[in-house]
Each structure stands twice: as C-alpha cells, then as structure tokens.
C-alpha cells in the first residue's frame, strides 16, 4: 500500500510544496548561477531510475565550463563557483529533482540514480537497487555517502529495497535535514569523490 499509492501521493505533494515555499530561494540561485555560468543555470545529465528506465536529472549547475590552453576543461574543484560552492554546502543544488519528483522520474527517498554506463557492471544483486524509484537523498547517503565504496553503497541501497517503509523513509529524511544542516559525511558531489564504477572484483 505505502510503496505502491501513498509513497508516490506523499512525494508529490511534498514536492510541490517545498517548490513553492523555497521558489523565492530558487529563482534567486537560478539567476546568480545563471550569470556565472554564462546563461546555463541547470546541470543535466542522463541517469538511470526505476527498472532501468533512463531520465535526465536536473541540478544546479554549480562549475563553470572554463578551459586550459588545449580546450580542455579544467579540474572540477578549479570550475566551482563561489555560489556553487554554497549550494554543494547546503545541498541546494538538488533543488531541481523536485521537478523531476513531479515528473515522476524520482522520490524523495531511494538510491541515487547513477550514470547509465554503470548498469552493465552491476552484479545481480546490486542491479537490485532498480527495483524502487531512485531519491533525492537515501540509506546509502545517510551512511556515508562517498566516504564508503560503492559495493557498500549498493547494499545499503538494496537494504532499503527490502525495507522500504514510511518510518524508514522519515527516518531517512529526519537524517538528511540534521547531515546537512551540520555537515557530517557529506562531501561536494555525489560523485567527483568516488571512482568510477567498473564492477566488483571478486
């Protein structure tokens, strides 16, 4: 019942609320960040969410497009503006997924949706973490995030499959809201900090 009506009506209402109150909030960062990084205030990237289904992401776009003198783009942490900087801080930059919340591409709670290159890599059981909507934030998240490595990841990840609750997704956010407001293991991105997945080695 909760994870097949009462997950997806809670999302969107949440969704469309939080959209609303923090509006003044966003369209502020949408035009500072819009004008550092030359009229593109987004960030989208293809991702991978529920059943392997592939949707675009959207993020504030938080690094520049600054090149070196062979036109190749510069190290990550040289590309992040000040204001991108506040946002990676303070998790503003996830700001936009509330749209794809509404969409209906994501939930406020799951795995994180991951780069599509991943998914041949997967083993069964990690491939596991696409039977449930991916999040916003998720068990995996508030266990680590980066400071753990992906096989870990992945088995939280298909914990909260197994598990997946309204007691465990408030407990999820409950987590999130006092990670964020006190910075505890939470590093710039969801990804620059970790090396890319190519399988598990056995």
């Known amino acids: ?7 997806r009506l809670i999302d969107f209402t949440a969704a469309l609320l939080s959209l609303i109150l923090i ?42 497009d ?3 003198a062979n036109g190749e783009l510069l190290p990550a942490m040289e590309r992040v503006t000040k204001t991108g900087d ?10 936009p997924q509330l749209l794809n919340i509404l969409k209906g591409d994501m939930s406020l709670i799951g795995p994180r949706p991951l780069l599509p290159q991943y998914l041949e890599h997967y083993s069964k ?23 753990i490595s992906w096989e870990q990841k992945f088995k939280y990840d298909v914990y909260y499959v197994d598990n997946q609750s309204f007691l465990l997704d ?17 590093n710039s991105s969801e990804t620059m900090d970790m090396p890319t997945f190519t399988g598990t080695k056995i």
């Open 170 to 186: 408030l407990k999820i956010i409950l987590k999130t809201i006092d990670k964020v407001i006190n910075r505890k293991d939470i």
């Open 1 to 7: 019942m909760y994870s097949n009506f009462l997950k």
């Open 66 to 68: 600054k090149t070196d």
């Open 23 to 64: 509006s003044p909030i966003f369209l502020v960062l949408i035009i500072i960040l819009g004008i550092s990084n030359d009229g593109k205030p987004f960030f989208k990237q293809l991702r991978t969410g529920k059943r392997g289904k592939l949707f675009t992401i959207l993020k504030l776009k938080t690094m520049n």
């Open 125 to 147: 059981e990690q491939n596991r973490r696409h039977d449930v909507m991916p999040g916003i934030s998720g068990w995996a998240q508030i266990n680590g995030r980066n400071t």
């Open 86 to 95: 506040v946002c990676r801080k303070y998790s503003l930059d996830e700001i």
